[in-house]
C-alpha cells in the first residue's frame, strides 16, 4: 500500500502566513504541521511510499524538509511530487493531484491510503489502516458533537456496519454530528473509479467529493478517530492546535 499525502494547496484564507510557506510546513507546536501527520503513520507496517504531493511553488521547500525530516524517521520512503501549478488559479485540486500521483507513478495496480497534510491528529493510523484492508474504501470520522459545528464539514450518516448511507458536504441542516476527515483508504478497484469520476466533469477538488460520488457505487466503510483531531483552516485553528499539540 502507498501513501499520498495532499499539500498542493495554496491556503489563501491564511495569507498572509502562506504567502510564502506551504500550509504543511507551518509551525505547530514546534514543528511542521505534515510531520504531526507523518509521525502517524510510523507504526503502520509494509508501507510502501509516501508521495507528498505540492505545487510548483513550494516543491524546493518541501524538498529541503524531506531531507531533514528523512534523517529522523529514515523507515518512511518520502517521494515529494510537484504537480506543476504556481498558483491558486491554475491548481489541479485534490482529486486532480491524487489522480496525478497515479498516473505519473504508476501506481493504477496499489491501494492508497490518502491523508491531508493539515489534517492533525494525535492518534496512529495502525488501528485505521488493519481495518481499511479488508474493505473496498473506508474514511475516517469524527464525531463533533455538535451539529451546528459539523456545518462546515463533510456530514456522514452510517448503518449498524460503519457503511455510509448518506454522505454531504458542508450540509445546511446535518443529518448527524460526524464529520469525515480527509483520511481515505481507497483499494486500487476503489482508486480505478478517480478516473471515471473526473471524466464525468466532476469537481476535481474537495477530496470528500469523491466519497460523496463513490458511497452511491460502491459500499464506503468509516473507521471513527479519537483522541485530539483539528482541521486547519485559520489562523484560530492553528493558534488553538498550537495550545493543543504542546501538551500532547
Same mark, same amino acid.
Given at each position: ?15 498572509? @502566513? ?20 507523518? &509521525? ?42 510537484? &504537480?506543476?501549478?504556481?498558483? %491558486? ?9 491524487? *489522480? ?8 493504477? =495496480? *496499489? ?11 494525535? !492518534?496512529? @493510523? ?16 469524527? %464525531?463533533?458533537?455538535?451539529?451546528e459545528a459539523v456545518k462546515k464539514y463533510g456530514n456522514i450518516t452510517i448503518d449498524s456496519n460503519s457503511t455510509i448511507t448518506h454522505f454531504e458536504e458542508k450540509p445546511e441542516k446535518p443529518r448527524s454530528t460526524l464529520a469525515a476527515l480527509a483520511v481515505y483508504y481507497y483499494s486500487r478497484e476503489a ?13 476535481? %477538488? ?11 457505487? =460502491? ?10 483531531? @483539528?482541521?486547519?483552516?485559520?489562523? !484560530?485553528?492553528?493558534? !488553538? ?8
Amino acid at each position: 500500500m502507498n501513501v499520498i499525502i495532499l499539500a498542493a494547496g495554496y491556503a489563501t484564507r491564511l495569507y498572509p @502566513l502562506t504567502l510564502d510557506k506551504a500550509k504543511p510546513l507551518l509551525e505547530v507546536a514546534g514543528r511542521p504541521m505534515i510531520e504531526w501527520v507523518l &509521525d502517524n503513520l510510523a507504526d503502520v507496517p509494509n508501507l510502501g511510499a509516501i508521495y507528498i504531493v505540492t505545487n510548483n511553488k513550494f516543491a524546493n521547500d518541501f524538498q529541503a524538509w524531506a531531507v531533514r525530516y528523512q534523517d529522523r524517521q529514515p523507515a518512511l520512503k518520502l517521494k515529494i511530487i510537484d &504537480d506543476g501549478s504556481k498558483s %491558486d488559479d491554475d491548481k489541479l485540486g485534490a482529486i486532480g493531484d491524487i *489522480s496525478f500521483v497515479i498516473t505519473r507513478e504508476n501506481l493504477a =495496480e *496499489s491501494d492508497l491510503l490518502i491523508i491531508a497534510g493539515d489534517n492533525l491528529f494525535n !492518534e496512529s @493510523l495502525r488501528g485505521f489502516v488493519d481495518y481499511a484492508k479488508k474493505t473496498v474504501a473506508t474514511v475516517g470520522i469524527y %464525531d463533533i458533537g455538535d451539529l451546528e459545528a459539523v456545518k462546515k464539514y463533510g456530514n456522514i450518516t452510517i448503518d449498524s456496519n460503519s457503511t455510509i448511507t448518506h454522505f454531504e458536504e458542508k450540509p445546511e441542516k446535518p443529518r448527524s454530528t460526524l464529520a469525515a476527515l480527509a483520511v481515505y483508504y481507497y483499494s486500487r478497484e476503489a482508486a480505478a473509479l478517480l478516473t471515471t469520476y473526473l471524466a464525468a466533469g466532476n469537481n476535481p %477538488d474537495q477530496p470528500g467529493r469523491f466519497v460523496q460520488w463513490l458511497y452511491q457505487r =460502491e459500499p464506503v466503510k468509516t473507521f471513527q478517530i479519537k483522541g485530539k483531531w @483539528l482541521d486547519i483552516g485559520s489562523k !484560530e485553528t492553528l493558534e !488553538e492546535a498550537n495550545e493543543i499539540f504542546a501538551k500532547v
